[in-house]
Nanobody, 127 residues
């Protein structure tokens, strides 16, 4: 059971990137998927979440209107489209999921309740 995050890179302010989170060993259909990020010297924070049962979405205030999360169950992949990137978006981005998804939990769940994490992908935005 694994999540594989990819798609990070170096981009100028105002640019775009699309992150992918692909599952192996289980089907994403039944799980919420969250994206977190951790900038140097800062705590990890939740960025976005997409729910399993109705694909409802959540965004933290700082990315609302710029980021868009979506899922392709056939590809077993969740995407995070990031537009209008800013230097303060620079961080390592992680995708994660929780078995609590199977029991109607909210999306996102508490950070510590995520039991499967991807390895992280670096996003660097230059000014």
């Amino acid at each position: 059971v694994q999540l594989q995050a990819s798609g990070g890179g170096l981009v100028r302010a105002g640019g775009s990137l699309r992150l992918s989170c692909t599952a192996s060993g289980f089907s994403l259909d039944y799980y919420h998927i969250s994206w977190f990020r951790q900038a140097p010297g800062k705590e990890r924070e939740v960025v976005s979440c997409i729910s399993s049962y109705d694909s409802a979405t959540y965004y933290t205030d700082t990315v609302t209107g710029r980021f868009s999360i979506s899922r392709d169950n056939a590809a077993n992949t969740v995407y995070l489209q990031m537009n209008g990137l800013r230097p303060e978006d620079t961080a390592v981005y992680y995708c994660a999921t929780s078995r609590l998804s199977l029991f109607g939990s909210p999306c996102p769940v508490e950070e510590d309740d995520n039991n499967v994490w991807g390895q992280g992908t670096q996003v660097t935005v230059s000014s």
